[in-house]
């Protein structure tokens, strides 16, 4: 049987693989990485029997030995626990399923292993997009996006490649549904609420990526994320709102013709799509009715409420390690926001504060990144005070 491996495993994303790999019967779980949530942990280790776990704080992880002392599975902890799971030699494959730059180094780790990646884990990318594809493509590993609107692009390039070469990308339609706040004005933002900017009107998330998708910056992570898993230039990705969420994205070629993948909003399928590259599977669950949809409606962005969007093109723009600042500033702002310490106005603040504070760095290699995501943290303390 094939194993897999999972980082995040109580999360939206982890449990949304393990219940396909419930469904599908075929695929067993090797090891599981959580944060805290070891309740759920082990009820998973009782129904998928990994043989490794790993819990983020040592405590909770001697809390968990105990509680199943009467099974077989090592349970570790820490960052050296996620790299064990991360290149655990019984699975062949890693899904990415935490949240943040967190996830760099076992990704990197499991790349040099071999595994193959299915990923969610769309900061690791954006941050260190520039060592992670290179490395793989030296491995030969494939990295197989999870994000929706990636695996839509990824599923309308099949048949791309033909004997003579690859036909060529003339532009990435990148849809996005706008979130909570599409329609809004800038001073409208003022005083959203954190019970407001968790209200996503189509996916059900985990808290983090719900915030980003309704300031955009997720869309932001997107675009940088496009980029370096298709190579495709930023110019050449259009940003398109489209609030139905049924076309996942699409790509142009150089005829005109744009290929697209549509659907109803459902995570698990982009998710099997991954585990079984190049097979589909039968999946349970809504299909798209389209006459029960009656129309799909497209807008642009608007980068004047929206700036995290701009942002992430201009950190695009300005490579090197400002992605990283982008990212590392919105992660600990959106943070923030969640303890209630900052408005929402001032996540896209600290951001545009962290990238014009971040001293350039052409090709910041891992421990370069990590010292602009800790001067980043640095900054925002001292500048915001005891946040
Ligand atoms: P989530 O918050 O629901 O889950 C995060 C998981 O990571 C949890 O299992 C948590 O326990 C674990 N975790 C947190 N800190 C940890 C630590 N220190 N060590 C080990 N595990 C830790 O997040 P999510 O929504 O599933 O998102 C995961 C990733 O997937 C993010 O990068 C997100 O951008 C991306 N993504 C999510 C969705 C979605 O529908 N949820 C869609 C596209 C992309
Ligand atoms: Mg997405």
Redesign the pocket.
């Known amino acids: 049987m094939r194993k897999i491996a999972i980082?995040?495993?109580?999360?939206?994303?982890?449990t949304q693989t393990l219940s396909v790999v419930r469904e599908q019967g075929d695929i067993g779980v090797a090891a599981l990485?959580?944060?805290?949530?070891t309740v759920l942990l082990e009820r998973q280790i009782r129904e998928f029997s990994p043989e490794l776990v790993?819990v983020?704080e040592e405590a909770a992880a001697a809390r968990l030995r105990e509680s199943i002392a009467d099974l077989s599975v090592r349970v570790v902890s820490g960052m050296e626990g996620?790299l064990e799971v991360a290149v655990y030699p019984k699975s062949e494959l890693l899904v990415t399923?935490?949240?943040?730059m967190?996830g760099i180094r076992p990704t990197i780790a499991a790349i040099q292993a071999g595994k193959k990646i299915a990923l969610?884990?769309?900061?690791t990318l954006v941050t260190a997009g520039h060592l992670i594809m290179p490395l793989a493509r030296e491995r030969g590993v494939p990295i197989l996006p999870?994000?929706?609107e990636h695996s839509a692009i990824f599923q309308s390039l099949q048949g791309a490649v033909y004997d003579g070469g690859r036909n060529r990308i003339e532009k990435i339609l990148l849809t996005a549904s706008g979130g909570p706040f599409r329609g809004k004005k800038r001073e409208e933002l003022a005083d959203i609420q954190v019970e407001d900017a968790l209200r996503h009107p189509n996916?059900s998330?985990?808290?983090?990526?719900t915030i980003d998708s309704s300031t955009l910056v997720n869309k932001g992570l997107e675009v940088m994320e496009a980029k370096w898993l298709f190579g495709v230039e930023p110019e050449r990705i259009q940003v398109v709102v489209h609030p139905q969420s049924v076309i996942h994205s699409a790509v142009e070629y150089e005829d005109g013709a744009v290929i697209a993948q549509l659907g109803t909003p459902d995570?698990r399928l982009p998710i099997q799509y991954a585990l079984y590259y190049p097979e589909r599977r039968p999946l349970s669950g809504e299909r798209l009715d389209l006459f029960a949809l009656g129309q799909l409606t497209f807008e642009r962005p608007d980068l004047d409420t929206f700036r995290g969007l701009p942002l992430a093109y201009e950190a695009m723009r300005r490579g090197g390690n400002i992605p990283t600042a982008f990212n590392a500033a919105n992660e600990r702002a959106v943070a923030l926001f969640l303890e209630r310490k900052i408005a929402y106005p001032q996540i896209t603040e600290i951001i545009a504060a962290c990238m014009e504070e971040a001293s350039y760095q052409e090709a910041p290699d891992l421990d370069a990144i990590l010292e602009t995501e800790a001067s980043a943290y640095e900054y925002i303390a001292r500048r915001w005070g005891e946040v």
């Open positions: 980082l995040g495993s109580t999360g939206s994303i982890g990485a959580a944060g805290s949530n790993c983020w996620l399923a935490i949240v943040g967190l969610a884990n769309k900061e999870v994000d929706s996916w998330m985990g808290k983090k990526i995570m």
